[in-house]
């Protein structure tokens, strides 16, 4: 098994920025990626950003590119989502996921960015 447990969240004006925290605990060994995923009021759960923990490749939606940025601290087991120039599309519920081959996704509880002036 895999805890995932997120913070970071809260309200930020359009312009502003955020960090978002997932600290990993448990069957962290096997993790194979690690990232982001938003849902909006009505929307369907999307992906923001992954990274895969051996070489630390990366990959955005294209509505983040440039402005958000993923990174992991294999010593702390954290992964983090650094997010600049926030617009107001970008409030969502923030979901923090962890993929090991062969079992179910894990996710956070998740943790809620509203950009709103």
């Known amino acids: 098994q895999v805890q995932l447990v997120e913070s970071g969240g809260g309200l930020v004006q359009p312009g502003g920025s955020l960090r978002l925290s997932c600290a990993a605990s448990?069957?962290?060994?096997?993790?194979?990626?690690m990232g982001w995923f938003r849902q909006a009021p009505g929307k369907q759960r999307e992906l923001v950003a992954v990274?895969?923990?051996?070489?630390?490749?990366?990959n955005y939606a294209d509505s983040v590119k440039g402005r958000f940025t993923i990174s992991r601290d294999s010593a702390k087991n954290t992964v983090y989502l650094q997010m600049n120039s926030l617009k107001p599309e970008d409030t969502a519920a923030y979901y923090c996921n962890a993929v090991r081959l062969g079992y179910p996704h894990y996710w956070g509880q998740g943790t809620q960015v509203t950009v709103s002036s």
């Open positions: 448990g069957s962290i060994y096997s993790i194979y990626r």
């Open positions: 990274i895969i923990t051996e070489g630390g490749s990366t």
